[in-house]
Nanobody, 116 residues
Framework: QVQVVESGGGVVQAGGSLRLSCTAS????????MAWYRQAPGNERELVAG???????NYADSVKGRFTISRDNRQNTVYLQMTSLKAEDTAVYYC??????????WGKGTLVTVSS
């Protein structure tokens, strides 16, 4: 049973930083893409950043230059370093892993609240 667990959310003041982590366990599947999504109240879930197994990254325009995604393939872990946080970054952040042949898996999310 594949488990995807996020951690690192919390409350931070505007301008501050947080680091999110996500680990996939219980699987021997090859994980191709690992990505972070977020969903604010009343909004649709949106892609924040993604990273391939080879290290290619992509970011939403709204977070470019402020957020950095990285991963540890041996630990099946992906990180999201968030800096210069803004009130509009407040959301539940979800981790999604995309395996090579066995579909996608989501975590349950971690809440990030940025106070202004």
């Amino acid at each position: 049973q594949v488990q995807v667990v996020e951690s690192g959310g919390g409350v931070v003041q505007a301008g501050g930083s947080l680091r999110l982590s996500c680990t996939a366990s219980g699987t021997t599947y090859i994980i191709n893409v690992m990505a972070w999504y977020r969903q604010a109240p009343g909004n649709e879930r949106e892609l924040v950043a993604g990273i391939t197994r080879g290290g290619t990254t992509n970011y939403a325009d709204s977070v470019k230059g402020r957020f950095t995604i990285s991963r540890d393939n041996r630990q099946n872990t992906v990180y999201l370093q968030m800096t210069s946080l803004k009130a509009e970054d407040t959301a539940v952040y979800y981790c999604k892993i995309s395996t090579l042949f066995h579909g996608d898996y989501w975590g349950k999310g971690t809440l990030v609240t940025v106070s202004s």
